[in-house]
């Protein structure tokens, strides 16, 4: 059967990269600025703001398949192009599903990865 779409399209599914043995279920992406200053007049009024360090942080739900090497904390993982460094690495097994894994990760402007 093929697939019909009634209405206006939305983009379906992850759109991001792949990952060696396992399948990316989940994907989510924070962006933010880690340095944030601001100057305060006399009266106490923010005249100025300056925002610095782009920080990403990422979150990729995976069920491994045969083969799939879990990262460790602190280990570089490449998706969709971009590098990061492992924050944590949580895993789910149960008898009656596959086993899944949960990692965040982050990167930042100034340090290379």
Do not use: C
Not at 5 to 29: K, L, M, P, R, Y
Not at 70 to 82: M, W
């Amino acid at each position: 059967m093929s697939l019909t779409v009634f209405g206006e399209a939305h983009v379906f599914g992850i759109t991001g990269g792949t990952i060696t043995n396992a399948t990316v279920q989940s994907f989510s992406e924070d962006k933010s600025r880690q340095n944030l200053t601001n100057t305060l007049d006399e009266l106490g009024n923010e005249i100025e703001r300056r925002t610095d360090d782009d920080l990403t942080e990422v979150t990729i739900g995976l069920r491994y398949q045969a083969g799939y090497d879990s990262p460790a904390v602190s280990d570089i993982l490449t998706y969709d192009g971009t590098a990061y460094q492992v924050l944590t690495v949580g895993e789910s097994q149960t008898n009656n599903a596959h086993v899944e894994v949960t990692i965040t990760a982050k990167t930042t402007e100034y340090i290379s990865l």
